[in-house]
């Protein structure tokens, strides 16, 4: 193996540890009447990683992330589907707007379409995973899209309102560890 992929498995790993610590220790519940959804921080380090490096090692990541989840804590195997495609989703629509190498406009650009598209998915994820994960019936699955979406949406916004002022504060200190591991 060489040393570019070498460095790239560490950053994955790296990042994918990172993001469940940030995941299992930064929750709290937005909205008072739905104390089931709960907003973390843990997907910052996949917005940087796929800034600094690639959309597919933050993917990486995402998925290590969800099966460290399920194998070190027990999440829900169905939960961590939804929030592959919610969080994979925002990451992939995100590195297509944002294209490497864009300001601070293409970044708000790219969290404002990201959140859309986020939003969007969200609508037949859940529709699909929580009758499946707790027997929910589709009429309650509407009813509770009242906070699914401003969920999905401020988790979105957060997320790029951090990277707004991570991102231009790192990019020049980290960037060169990163030449080369696409």
């Known amino acids: 193996m060489n ?3 070498i460095k790239r498995l560490v950053f994955v790993a790296l990042t994918g540890a990172l993001v469940l610590l940030l995941a299992k220790t930064t929750k709290f519940p937005p909205f008072l009447q739905a104390p089931y959804l709960k907003l973390e921080f843990g997907e910052i380090p996949l917005l940087l990683l796929l800034m600094l490096a690639s959309s597919g090692m933050a993917l990486e990541a995402l998925v290590l992330k969800e ?3 399920f ?13 592959f495609v919610a969080c994979g989703t925002f990451l992939v629509v995100f590195s297509l707007v944002w294209r490497k190498g864009g300001g601070i406009r293409r970044i708000l650009l790219a969290t404002i379409i990201g959140t859309a598209a986020r939003m969007l998915i969200s609508i037949p994820d859940n529709l699909i995973i929580l009758p499946l994960q707790y027997g929910t019936p589709i009429v309650g699955v509407w009813t509770q899209m009242i906070y699914i979406l401003p969920f999905n949406a401020l988790k979105s916004i957060l997320d790029g309102a951090c990277i707004l002022i991570v991102y231009p ?3 020049k200190p980290l960037e060169r560890y990163f030449i080369g591991l696409t």
Request: glycine share 4%; aromatic share 14%.
């Open 169 to 171: 504060r790192i990019k």
């Open 71 to 83: 194998f070190l804590f027990g999440s829900n195997f169905l939960a961590l589907i939804a929030d």
């Open 3 to 5: 040393n570019n992929k």
């Open 67 to 69: 099966l460290l989840s």
